[in-house]
C-alpha cells in the first residue's frame, strides 16, 4: 500500500504520514510549507516564495530556502532513493508546488464537505446535511493556519476558511432545526452567537429554536441582547431579517411553525422561461404609461424607452414584463457593466443560453423560429452596437420584439419611441411617503406633512432614484431636516432648466448628499467599491479594501446596504452585492488618481487568485459550482484584464487569460477568450526585449496564454491557428519544466490534432499525453489523456483497446469527481459497445450517466445522451421509445440550438437509422411527431416511465 500523507492546517500546521506526526522542523521550514498548502496546488514562483517566509524580516539568499526544502522533502517522503524526482514538494517552471490530492489536505476536505452540505440542504435532505456538516467542524483543531496567522501569505485563505467555517456552524444548525430538533439545537446556537455576536443569522436561528422549543421570552430576550450587541459594536440598528422575526415573535406568527419535510423529487430539467427579476419593491403610480407601453409593444417590433437618468425606464419596462404570460420570455439584457460594444452579442447570446455565438448574424440564425420579447436595458453608452443587433435580429427574427431603454432613440426605420417623463406630483409623493413607511416600518396612512412631502418632490425634479434616496434617509433624519439640506444642495436647479443634464444633476446632488452623512469608513469603502465591474461578495470586498480606515469591511459594507447606496441580492449563496451603475459613477468619480491605483491594483490581485483557485477546482467534484462562480464574475474579468493591460501589468494579464482556460473552453467564450487572449499576447510579445521576458516565470506566462488562445480557436473553427498555438504552448512548457501545463498541452494538441482528421500525427502526442499525465500522478489528467488516446484506437479499428483506456479513464474521473470526464468517457464507451455488437451494454452505460448528468447545467450534452439513447433502444427492441426520443430531442434541441447531426457527426445518423430501420415507416413517424409535443419535464417523466432514469426514491 502507498504511503498516505495528510496536511492539516486547521489549526496549527502538520503533517501525517500513515498517521504518525511528521518533524517538519523550525519556524521558517515549516512556513514553507505553509505557504504552499495555501496555494492550493499552485506553482509558487521562488522570489515569491522567499518575500512570504521572510515577510518578517531580511531576505536570505535563495541557498536558505532549498536547504529548507530539501529538509521538506526528506522529512516527507523518507523512503525516496536518492537523484529521483520529488512528488510532493516539487519544483515546477519557476517556482515550487505542492503536489498531493486535494482530499489529503483538511482545509481542502473541509470545503468539499461544506459543499456536499450545501447541496443536502438545498435538497431538502436535512439529516444528511447535519452529519456532513457536522463531520466537517470536527476537522478543526483550532485556528486556521494558526502559527502564522498574522503573515500576509495567509491573509487571503484565512478569511476563505473562516466564512466558510460560520457559514457551516450556521447551515448546520438551520439543518438541525428544520428536522425538528429544535432544543437540542439552543445550546450550540448560544455558544454560536458568542463566538460570532455580529452575524445575524445566528440570532435568527437561536431565537427560532427558543421560540419552537415553547420559550417565547426567552426567544424576545435573545432578539433585545442580538439589538443591544449590534448597536453598542456597529453603531446600527439590526437588519430587516431580525426586525421582521422579533415582529412575527410578538404575534405568535403562524410562519414560525415547524414546516413538514417535504418529500424528495427530481429537479426540475425544465430551463428557465424568462429571466425578469420579481418586484422588490411596490410599484407607485405610471398605470397610464403602463398601458401606452403595452399598446406600443403590441404595434411595434422595436420599441425605445427614452428619458433622464433615475426617471425610472428600467422599473417601468420590467413591470410591463411582470404582467406578461408569454410561454417564452420575457427575457432581460443588462448592459449597464458593458463598456465594449463588442460585447452587446455575447450579452445577448447568455441570456439565451447560447454558447459559442460570436456575431449578429450567427445569433439571428439561432433565434430565428424564437417568438418573444427582449428587453436591452441601458443601451445609452452602446447606442450603435445595440442600434445593429435591433436590424438585424429583427430582419432575420419575425417572432422576436425589442424594448429598449436609454437616453436616447437609436435611430433604427419601424421604432416607436416612448419618452417617459418624471412623475406627476401625485404619484411622487405617493412614492415618498410608501418609501418612508418601509424604511421607518410606519403605516403609509401615518406619512409624512403632504406639504412638506411635496415640496421635497418638486426640489428632485419628480425623479423616482432620487425620491428613494432621498426616503432612506428618514431612517436617521426627518423629512423638514432632508427638506432643509435638499434644498442647499440643489443650486444647480435654480435655474428651472428642463434639460436632461439638469435632471441628471438632480440624482447626483441625491447621491453626493448621502455620500456626506456616511462616516469616514463609509466613503472610504464607497470609492473603492467603484473598482468593481458588476456584482462582488464579501470575499472581494475583503480583498480589494484595504485602506487603514476599514479595518473590517463588512460591517461597513453592511452599512452602505442600509443606507441604500449598495443593493444585495438576496437569490444568490454566497449573497452578491452590487452597486446602481449612477450611483458607481459618482463613486468611481469622487476617485483619487492614488485611491483609483491601489484598489484597481487590489482587484486585479484578489481576481487572479480567484481565477486560479478556480481553475484548480474546475476539474474536481466542485467543477460546476466554480463554472458558476467564474460565470458570475465575468464583468469583474475584463475589469481586471482592462486594468491591468493599462498600467503595463502584462504578466497578470496574461496568467489571468492562462488561468481562464478551460473555463473560456468549458463554457464556449470564443469571442472573449480571442480577443482577451489576443490583446495580452500582443502586449506581451511588444515587451519581448526586456530583461523579464526571458525568465520562467514568463515564459509560462506565455505558454498558458497560447493553451487558452488554441482552446478558443478550436471552438472558432480556426484548426490551423489552435495546433499552431497549442504546439507552441506544449514546446514553451516543457523548455522551463512545468510539468503540469505540459500535460495539459499535450492533452489539447493531441485531441485536435485527431479531430483535424491527423491521426498518424496524432497518434505520437496521445501517446506522449497519457505519459506525462502518467508523470504528474493527477487522476483528471490521466483520464482525459485516455480518453483522447481511446479516440484514436477506435478511429483505428482497435476497440479493445479503445475499451479498456476507456474504462479506466472513467474510473479515474470518478476518483476526483470530473465530471466532465467521466460523462465524456462513457458516453465513448457506449459507443464502442455500439460497434462490438453490444447495444445491451451500450444501453446500460447510457443510462448509467443519464442518472449523473444534470440538464440544467448543460442541456446541449444531456441531449445528446438522450440521443444516444434512442439509437440503443432501437438497436435493443424498443425502438417505438427510441423514436419519441428522437422527435423531442430535435424540438428541444432546436430551441437552444442544438441538433445531434452537428455536435455527433460520426455516430448521431446512425442513431436516427438504427431507429427508422427497426419500425414500419409510418409508426416510426407517428411517434416521433410524438417526441415533438414534450417539453423538458415530459421528456425527464418519459424516461422515469420508461425505467431509463431513476426516481428520487430508487
Not at 445550546?187 to 445566528?202: I, K, N, Q, S, T
Amino acid at each position: 500500500m502507498p504511503p498516505r500523507l495528510e496536511f492539516g492546517v486547521l489549526g496549527p500546521l502538520q503533517a501525517r504520514l500513515n498517521g504518525v506526526p511528521v518533524d517538519l522542523g523550525g519556524f521558517r521550514q515549516r512556513k514553507v510549507l505553509a505557504c504552499l498548502v495555501a496555494a492550493r496546488g499552485r506553482i509558487v514562483p521562488t522570489d515569491r516564495l522567499m518575500d512570504q517566509v521572510w515577510d518578517d524580516a531580511v531576505t536570505p539568499t535563495q541557498a536558505t530556502l532549498f536547504g529548507y526544502v530539501a529538509s521538506l522533502r526528506r522529512a516527507l517522503e523518507p523512503g525516496r532513493a536518492a537523484r529521483t524526482p520529488a512528488q510532493v514538494v516539487v519544483r515546477e517552471g519557476p517556482g515550487y508546488a505542492l503536489r498531493v490530492p486535494a482530499g489529503l489536505v483538511d482545509a481542502e476536505r473541509f470545503t468539499a464537505l461544506v459543499m456536499r452540505g450545501d447541496r443536502h440542504t438545498s435538497a431538502g435532505d436535512h439529516d444528511a446535511a447535519t452529519a456532513v456538516l457536522g463531520e466537517a467542524l470536527t476537522l478543526w483543531r483550532g485556528p486556521a493556519y494558526a502559527d502564522f496567522v498574522d503573515s500576509e501569505f495567509a491573509v487571503t485563505e484565512v478569511a476563505r476558511l473562516d466564512a466558510l467555517h460560520a457559514m457551516a456552524r450556521e447551515q448546520r444548525l438551520a439543518a438541525v432545526l428544520a428536522g425538528g430538533n429544535h432544543e437540542s439545537a439552543v445550546g450550540d446556537l448560544e455558544a454560536l452567537v458568542l463566538d460570532e455576536p455580529l452575524r445575524e443569522r445566528g440570532w435568527e436561528l437561536l431565537v427560532l429554536a427558543l421560540y419552537r422549543a415553547g420559550r417565547q421570552g426567552d426567544a424576545l430576550a435573545a432578539l433585545r441582547r442580538a439589538r443591544e450587541r449590534i448597536v453598542s459594536e456597529l453603531g446600527v440598528d439590526p437588519g430587516p431579517g431580525l426586525r421582521r422575526l422579533e415582529a412575527e415573535v410578538l404575534r405568535n406568527d403562524t410562519s414560525l411553525d415547524p414546516r413538514p419535510t417535504p418529500s424528495r423529487r427530481l429537479p426540475d430539467v425544465a430551463p428557465p422561461r424568462r429571466n425578469v427579476p420579481a418586484g422588490l419593491s411596490s410599484f407607485i403610480g405610471r398605470r397610464g404609461e403602463l398601458a401606452t407601453l403595452g399598446l406600443a409593444v403590441t404595434g411595434h417590433r422595436l420599441v425605445t424607452v427614452v428619458g433622464p437618468g433615475g426617471v425610472g425606464k428600467t422599473r417601468l419596462v420590467l413591470e410591463h414584463c411582470r404582467e406578461r404570460t408569454d410561454p417564452d420570455g420575457p427575457w432581460l439584457v443588462e448592459l449597464a457593466s458593458l463598456h465594449d460594444p463588442t460585447e452587446v452579442v455575447r450579452a445577448v447570446s447568455d441570456v439565451f443560453a447560447l454558447p459559442g455565438v460570436s456575431t449578429a448574424e450567427h445569433l439571428a440564425q439561432r433565434l430565428a423560429d424564437r417568438k418573444a420579447l427582449l428587453v436591452v436595458d441601458n443601451a445609452e453608452h452602446l447606442v450603435a452596437a445595440v442600434a445593429d443587433l435591433a436590424r438585424t435580429l429583427l430582419g432575420g427574427c419575425l417572432g422576436l420584439r425589442l424594448v429598449v431603454t436609454g437616453r436616447q432613440p437609436l435611430g433604427v426605420p419601424g421604432e416607436a419611441v416612448m419618452e417617459l417623463a418624471p412623475l406627476g406630483l401625485d404619484d411622487a409623493v405617493e412614492l415618498l411617503s410608501d418609501r418612508i413607511a418601509a424604511a421607518t416600518l410606519t403605516h403609509p396612512g401615518k406619512g409624512p406633512d403632504r406639504l412638506l412631502a411635496a415640496q421635497v418632490c418638486r426640489d428632485l425634479d419628480g425623479l423616482p432614484l432620487a425620491i428613494e434616496l432621498a426616503a432612506a434617509q428618514c431612517r436617521a433624519l426627518s423629512l423638514r431636516e432632508i427638506a432643509f439640506q435638499l434644498d442647499d444642495r440643489l443650486a444647480l436647479l435654480g435655474s428651472g432648466s428642463p434639460d436632461e443634464d439638469h435632471r441628471h444633476a438632480t440624482v447626483r446632488n441625491a447621491i453626493d448628499w448621502s455620500y456626506q452623512l456616511l462616516t469616514r469608513p463609509e466613503q472610504t469603502l464607497f470609492r473603492q467599491l467603484a473598482v468593481f465591474d458588476g456584482a462582488f461578495d464579501l470575499d472581494a470586498v475583503r480583498q480589494v479594501s484595504g485602506d487603514a480606515e476599514v479595518p473590517d469591511p463588512v460591517p461597513v459594507l453592511l452599512a452602505l446596504v442600509r443606507k441604500s447606496l449598495v443593493t444585495a441580492d438576496s437569490d444568490t449563496t454566497p449573497r452578491r452585492y452590487r452597486m446602481l451603475e449612477l450611483v458607481r459613477q459618482y463613486a468611481n468619480a469622487a476617485l483619487t488618481e492614488a485611491e483609483r491605483d491601489r484598489a484597481s491594483a487590489r482587484h486585479r490581485r484578489w481576481l487572479l487568485g480567484l481565477v486560479e483557485i478556480g481553475e484548480q477546482r474546475l476539474p474536481t467534484a466542485d467543477g460546476t459550482g466554480w463554472l458558476s462562480r467564474l460565470s458570475a464574475e465575468r464583468d469583474n474579468i475584463r475589469a481586471a484584464l482592462t486594468s491591468a493591460l493599462a498600467a503595463d501589468e502584462v504578466l497578470l494579464a496574461a496568467r489571468i487569460c492562462g488561468a481562464l482556460a478551460w473555463f473560456w473552453y468549458r463554457t464556449g467564450q470564443i469571442a472573449e477568450g480571442l480577443r482577451w487572449g489576443g490583446r495580452t499576447l500582443s502586449a506581451l510579445d511588444a515587451r519581448a526585449d526586456g530583461a523579464a521576458s526571458g525568465s520562467a516565470e514568463w515564459t509560462l506566462a506565455r505558454a498558458r496564454l497560447l493553451m487558452a488562445i488554441g482552446g478558443c480557436a478550436y471552438l472558432s473553427g480556426d484548426h490551423h491557428g489552435s495546433v499552431a498555438a497549442l504546439g507552441e504552448s506544449a514546446r514553451l512548457c516543457a523548455q522551463v519544466g512545468a510539468r503540469h501545463p505540459h500535460t495539459t498541452a499535450v492533452i489539447y494538441l493531441a485531441s485536435v490534432t485527431a479531430i483535424g482528421g491527423d491521426v498518424p500525427g496524432a497518434l505520437p502526442l496521445a501517446d506522449q499525453a497519457v505519459r506525462l499525465a502518467d508523470l504528474v500522478g493527477e487522476p483528471w489528467a490521466q483520464a482525459e489523456a485516455l480518453t483522447v488516446r481511446s479516440q484514436l484506437s477506435r478511429a483505428c479499428g482497435d476497440l479493445p483497446r479503445a475499451r479498456d483506456e476507456l474504462a479506466r479513464a472513467n474510473t479515474l474521473a470518478r476518483s476526483c469527481g470530473h465530471q466532465w470526464a467521466m460523462l465524456s468517457s462513457a458516453w465513448m464507451q457506449a459507443k464502442v459497445s455500439v460497434d462490438l455488437g453490444e447495444p445491451d451494454r451500450a444501453l446500460h452505460i447510457l443510462t448509467d450517466i443519464l442518472r449523473e448528468a444534470d440538464p440544467r447545467h448543460d442541456r446541449s450534452s444531456w441531449l445528446a445522451l438522450v440521443h444516444s439513447v434512442a439509437g440503443a433502444l432501437g438497436r435493443t427492441g424498443r425502438a417505438g421509445t427510441g423514436a419519441v426520443l428522437l422527435g423531442a430531442v430535435e424540438t428541444l434541441g432546436a430551441s437552444i440550438g442544438y441538433h445531434p447531426e452537428q455536435m455527433d457527426p460520426h455516430d448521431a445518423p446512425g442513431n436516427t437509422a438504427a431507429v427508422a430501420a427497426a419500425m414500419d415507416p409510418a409508426d416510426y413517424r407517428a411517434a416521433r411527431a410524438r417526441g415533438t409535443g414534450l417539453t423538458w419535464s415530459g421528456l425527464t417523466g418519459l424516461l422515469v416511465d420508461e425505467g431509463l432514469v431513476p426516481t428520487a426514491s430508487q
